[in-house]
């Protein structure tokens, strides 16, 4: 079974069967609520981003160059961090997909801003998020996005689904409800709240609210849930 891993805001790192580690919009330096630093993480094979905002592209950076991790995203985005020095990139787009050794990862859409946050101001990028295919199930993240339609083409294909709640930046907690009835994942982990006060939220609320939908999987950074 493959392992999640909370380290706060919208970042993850999942632990295949096979020790394969992939680690998702990996803001740690200047999160108030990390629970590690970059280094901490260890051997990282694999860094997905689902866009260039400065709290998901994060320490991407550091961490491929340190490990050697291949950094998926869009086109735009891995074009951007080639510049920067990253030397292995797969580059992905909307609705695209890939075999991966450890298994299948498809972009999905997502609704929300995209420009890169960096010094060239040179790339403009489509928001994304990934359904990731590891060890039999089914891992989606949802990125920084706001209820959209789309979501119901997801319907019954999703094992555990990770969905920000926080408003303001994001859907809050009542359009995530309604994520859940389209996407009927067998489990919801809330994400991308209370990193600031501007999107503070109760996730007991939210899990109340969605009720017998799912099981609704609250964790601290640094917990872990066995997908």
């Given amino acids: 079974m493959a392992k999640i891993t909370f380290h706060g805001h919208a970042c993850f790192h999942i632990d295949a069967k096979d020790g394969t580690r992939i680690v998702i919009d990996p803001f740690l330096t200047g999160n108030p609520l990390a629970d590690v630093k970059p280094?901490?993480?260890?051997?990282?094979?694999y860094i997905l981003l689902t866009h260039g905002h400065g709290d998901h592209l994060g320490d991407t950076?550091?961490?491929?160059?340190?490990t050697g991790a291949?950094?998926?995203?869009?086109?735009?985005?891995?074009?951007?961090?080639?510049?920067k020095g990253v030397s292995k990139i797969?580059?992905?787009?909307?609705?695209?997909?890939?075999?991966?050794?450890?298994?299948?990862?498809?972009?999905?859409?997502?609704?929300h801003g995209g420009m890169i946050d960096g010094d060239t101001g040179k790339y403009t990028t489509v928001p994304g998020g990934f359904?990731?295919?590891?060890?039999?199930?089914a891992i989606y993240h949802a990125g920084d996005t706001a209820l959209i339609a789309d979501m119901q083409l997801l319907a019954g294909q999703v094992d555990t689904a990770l969905l920000p709640?926080?408003?303001?930046?994001?859907?809050?907690?009542?359009?995530?409800?309604?994520?859940?009835?389209m996407i009927q994942p067998k489990v919801v982990i809330p994400m991308h709240y209370n990193t600031f006060d501007v999107i503070r939220?109760?996730?007991?609320?939210?899990?109340?609210?969605?009720?017998?939908?799912?099981?609704v999987v609250i964790l601290k950074p640094g917990e872990s849930y066995e997908a």
């Fill in 90 to 111: 797969h580059p992905l787009h909307i609705g695209g997909g890939y075999n991966f050794p450890f298994g299948r990862v498809k972009m999905t859409p997502a609704l």
């Fill in 61 to 66: 950076i550091a961490i491929a160059k340190r």
């Fill in 131 to 137: 359904l990731v295919h590891v060890d039999g199930k």
């Fill in 165 to 181: 709640i926080g408003d303001n930046f994001t859907m809050g907690p009542e359009d995530a409800v309604r994520a859940v009835e």
């Fill in 39 to 45: 280094n901490d993480l260890g051997a990282v094979h």
């Fill in 201 to 215: 939220q109760d996730p007991q609320a939210f899990a109340r609210r969605v009720g017998s939908q799912a099981k």
């Fill in 70 to 83: 291949t950094v998926i995203s869009t086109f735009e985005i891995v074009s951007f961090l080639q510049e």
